[in-house]
């Protein structure tokens, strides 16, 4: 069972190194704007993270539902090192991750707002304008009154 840990450990602090990695590359990606790429590079990410959570869920199935750390410590020291220092890397990989994915939606939001922006300004700028703005000797005419100007009243 041990080898079994070890190894699922080892496996999920690498794949958090691959992720930051990944989630970086999609940081300069965004700052680029090459949807495309961004496109394809979200689904690697996806698989990755599926990948994560099958590993942790394989962890806690042999473990029987037991914790990683609870584990280490039935342990002779030289077998539960190992086993801490991957648990300490994954969760500093998982902090780290989340970091940057938190930076990727912040700028991901800030280019939505911004093209949201630009097509409403260019979309105002294209739109024609009112139709009462002119009248037809081609001046500018008021909007006209919905209530009588001169006689206002009941009868």
Same mark, same amino acid.
């Given at each position: 069972?041990?080898?079994?840990?070890?190894?699922?450990?080892?496996?999920?602090?690498? %794949? $958090?190194?691959? &992720?930051?990695d *990944? &989630?970086?590359?999609?940081?300069?990606?965004? *700052? !680029?704007?090459?949807?495309?790429?961004?496109a394809?590079?979200?689904?690697?990410?996806? #698989?990755?993270?599926?990948?994560?959570?099958?590993?942790?869920?394989?962890?806690?199935?042999?473990?029987?539902?037991?914790?990683?750390?609870?584990?280490?410590?039935? $342990?002779?020291?030289?077998?539960?090192?190992? $086993?801490?220092?991957?648990?300490?890397?994954?969760?500093?990989?998982e902090?780290?991750? !989340?970091?940057?994915?938190?930076?990727?939606?912040?700028?991901? $939001?800030?280019? *939505?707002?911004?093209?949201?922006?630009?097509?409403? %300004?260019?979309?105002?700028?294209?739109?024609?304008?009112?139709?009462?703005?002119?009248?037809?000797?081609?001046?500018?005419?008021?909007?006209?009154?919905? #209530?009588?100007?001169?006689?206002?009243?009941?009868?």
């Amino acid at each position: 069972m041990y080898q079994t840990v070890y190894g699922s450990l080892s496996r999920q602090s690498r %794949a $958090l190194a691959v &992720l930051r990695d *990944l &989630l970086e590359e999609e940081y300069r990606l965004l *700052l !680029s704007r090459d949807m495309n790429a961004i496109a394809s590079l979200e689904f690697s990410v996806h #698989e990755l993270i599926r990948q994560i959570a099958a590993e942790k869920n394989f962890v806690s199935a042999a473990l029987h539902g037991g914790m990683v750390m609870d584990y280490a410590a039935m $342990l002779p020291e030289e077998q539960a090192l190992p $086993l801490r220092e991957f648990f300490q890397n994954i969760d500093d990989g998982e902090q780290a991750v !989340s970091r940057q994915a938190s930076r990727n939606a912040q700028l991901s $939001l800030a280019l *939505l707002e911004q093209s949201t922006r630009n097509l409403r %300004a260019l979309t105002d700028m294209a739109m024609p304008p009112k139709a009462h703005t002119y009248g037809k000797k081609g001046g500018m005419s008021f909007l006209p009154r919905p #209530e009588a100007a001169l006689i206002s009243g009941r009868l």
